[in-house]
C-alpha cells in the first residue's frame, strides 16, 4: 500500500471520530449539506472518502438520538422506511398500535349448530362461534361447533325452538375431541354445576343437540358423548352409554325405508312439462314436501309420466354440503318448467334441490339433500306426485301420516282431517274415542291412490254434543284385507272444547 492511502485512511478515521462526538441538531436529512451531490475530482481518493466518513457517522448520531425520544405525546408517527441490511434479512416487523386487531385475535364467524324441539326433530341454525379461522381438523371443527352451541345467544334460536344446552350465567365447558375413528367422534364434556337440562323433555332435546352438531361434521354419522374423565354420560336420568347416530335420536319410531319405489306410467307418450314446489313445517311440523305437478293440458285418461323414488346416503367426501342423505326422484318423458339448477332450501330436513337431466335428456332428476332419514312416503294424485318426508313423529305410521290435526291440539265438535296413506282400496278409516276410551264417532275416507304409491286423503269426523269437553283420541287406521283388523294405527291425543 502507498504512503499517499495510509495519509488517506488515516485522516479519515480522525474526522470521523470527531464528527461522531459532536452534538447532533435536528437538521432535515433533504437540507443537509450531505444530500449534495459531491464531485469526485479525479485521482483525489481522500476527497470522497472523507465525506463518506462523515455521513456515516452522522446517519448512526440521528438513529441514536430519535430511538431514545421515541414517539410524543401519543401521537401516531409514521414508519420509517428501512434499507435492506448487508446481510439480506429483512427488518424486525413493527408492532401494531395499542387496540388493533391482529390476525391471531379471534374473531367470530358463523357455524351451524342444532336446536330442540317439544316432541319433534331439531332444527338447524346458525350462529357466531368464537375463534380464528379454521384449521381444518374435524376434531377442531366439532369441538368449535359445540362451543358455539353452548354460548348461543338467546336471539339467534330459531322461533319455536330451544336451547337445552344454554349455559347459566358464569357457566363454562371444557370440550374435548378425543379421538375420530371412521365415522364416529368420540367427545368428552365437563361443565360447571353439570348438564344445564333438566328432565325428560329438556333432557332428549339437549341429546338430539348434541348428536346433530357433533354429526354436522362430513364423514361424521355417530358421535360417544361422555363426562369429563367418565366412560358414559348422565343428563339428569338420561344415561349415554353407546355411539348415537341421528337416526338414533330423532324421535321417530323408525328410519325412513331405503327400498325404492316405482311408479307405473307413462315413457313412451307425449313429452310433457312439469312444475316443483316445496314447503318446510307448512303442511305439517317437522314435515318437508315435495310436490311435482303434472302438466294440467293431459287429456282426463292419459297415464302419468313413469318415475321412481330411492334414497342413498350421502358420499361426504365429494358432497360435503349435501346433507346425510341423498332422496332421488326419477321423471321419464318429461322437462322441468324451470330447467336445471340448485336451489338451496336449508332448513330442517331439507338442505337443497338439485335439477338435472340425465344422459340423453331422460330421466329428469331432482335429487334432495336431507339432514336424517326420517319417514318419508309417495302420494299420487290426480295432479301429480307428492314426496312427503317426516312429520309429526306421533302422527306416522308406517307409509301412513296424519297431518291434522295435530297431537296435544284443542279441536271443535268438526274435526277436519288430513294426511297420506297407502290402504288397500284407498280406504281410510277414523274413529274417536272419548277420555274413558269408549268410541264415540267413526268415519272413512278414500285417498287419491291405493297401496304404493299410496295418495293423500281428507275427512271429516263430527264428534256428539253428549261428549263432554276434554281430552279425546283420534285413530286413523285401515282395515287389513285379509281378515279386516286394524292396520297401521295413529293415535292423536286431542283436546276437545
Not at 202 to 219: D, K, N, R
Not at 390 to 408: L, M, T
Amino acid at each position: 500500500m502507498s504512503d499517499e492511502r495510509r495519509d488517506d485512511e488515516a485522516v479519515g478515521q480522525a474526522l470521523g471520530r470527531a464528527v461522531g462526538s459532536q452534538t447532533v441538531r435536528e437538521t432535515p436529512y433533504a437540507a443537509s449539506r450531505l444530500a449534495h451531490r459531491i464531485d469526485r475530482p479525479a485521482g483525489r481518493g481522500w476527497t470522497y472518502a472523507l465525506p463518506m466518513a462523515a455521513a456515516l457517522a452522522l446517519f448512526v448520531a440521528m438513529g441514536a438520538f430519535f430511538a431514545t425520544r421515541g414517539p410524543q405525546g401519543g401521537v401516531a408517527t409514521p414508519n420509517a422506511s428501512v434499507a435492506p441490511s448487508a446481510s439480506g434479512t429483512a427488518p424486525a416487523a413493527t408492532a401494531p398500535a395499542a387496540g388493533t386487531a391482529t390476525p391471531s385475535q379471534a374473531t367470530p364467524r358463523p357455524v351451524l349448530v342444532y336446536f330442540g324441539r317439544d316432541g319433534l326433530p331439531p332444527v338447524a341454525g346458525v350462529v357466531s362461534a368464537a375463534g380464528g379461522p379454521s384449521t381444518g381438523r374435524p376434531e377442531d371443527s366439532i369441538g368449535t361447533r359445540l362451543s358455539a352451541l353452548f354460548n348461543a345467544r338467546a336471539s339467534e334460536v330459531p322461533p319455536g325452538a330451544i336451547n337445552a344446552a344454554a349455559l347459566p350465567s358464569g357457566g363454562t365447558t371444557s370440550i374435548s375431541v378425543n379421538r375420530i375413528d371412521g365415522d364416529l367422534a368420540t367427545v368428552e364434556i365437563g361443565i360447571t354445576g353439570g348438564w344445564p337440562a333438566r328432565g325428560a323433555t329438556q333432557s332428549q332435546a339437549l341429546l338430539q343437540q348434541l348428536v346433530y352438531t357433533i354429526t354436522e361434521e362430513p364423514g361424521i354419522r355417530r358421535a360417544m358423548i361422555k363426562d369429563q374423565g367418565k366412560q358414559t354420560a348422565t343428563i339428569d336420568q338420561l344415561v349415554i352409554d353407546k355411539p348415537l347416530s341421528r337416526e338414533d335420536v330423532f324421535g321417530y319410531a323408525s328410519v325412513g325405508s331405503r327400498d325404492p319405489v316405482r311408479g307405473f306410467g307413462d315413457r313412451a307418450g307425449t313429452k310433457r312439462t312439469v312444475t316443483t314446489s316445496y314447503s318446510v313445517d307448512t303442511v305439517a311440523p317437522g314435515l318437508a314436501r315435495f310436490e311435482i305437478a303434472f302438466d294440467p293440458r293431459r287429456l282426463p285418461n292419459e297415464l302419468h309420466p313413469d318415475w321412481d323414488v330411492s334414497v342413498t346416503a350421502n358420499p361426504e367426501t365429494f358432497d360435503p354440503a349435501g346433507g346425510k342423505w341423498k332422496l332421488t326422484i326419477q321423471l321419464y318423458n318429461v322437462t322441468d318448467a324451470k330447467g336445471v339448477g340448485e336451489e338451496t332450501v336449508g332448513r330442517t330436513p331439507l338442505r337443497s334441490i338439485k335439477t338435472n337431466y340425465g344422459v340423453g335428456g331422460t330421466p329428469l332428476v331432482y335429487v334432495l339433500a336431507l339432514d336424517d332419514l326420517r319417514p318419508w312416503r309417495t302420494a299420487l294424485t290426480p295432479t301429480g306426485l307428492v314426496i312427503d318426508i317426516g312429520g309429526h313423529p306421533q302422527s306416522i305410521s308406517g307409509r301412513n301420516a296424519v297431518h291434522s290435526p295435530q297431537p296435544n291440539e284443542t279441536v271443535g265438535r268438526t274435526i277436519q282431517l288430513t294426511g297420506v296413506a297407502s290402504a288397500f282400496e284407498a280406504n281410510v278409516q277414523f274413529r274417536v274415542r272419548d277420555a274413558q276410551g269408549r268410541i264415540v264417532a267413526s268415519g272413512f275416507t278414500t285417498a287419491t291412490n291405493c297401496c304404493e304409491p299410496g295418495g293423500t286423503f281428507t275427512g271429516s269426523i263430527q264428534v256428539p254434543a253428549s261428549v263432554p269437553a276434554g281430552r279425546i283420541t283420534l285413530e286413523v287406521f285401515q282395515g287389513s284385507p285379509r281378515d279386516g283388523s286394524d292396520l297401521a294405527v295413529i293415535a292423536v291425543p286431542l283436546t276437545l272444547r
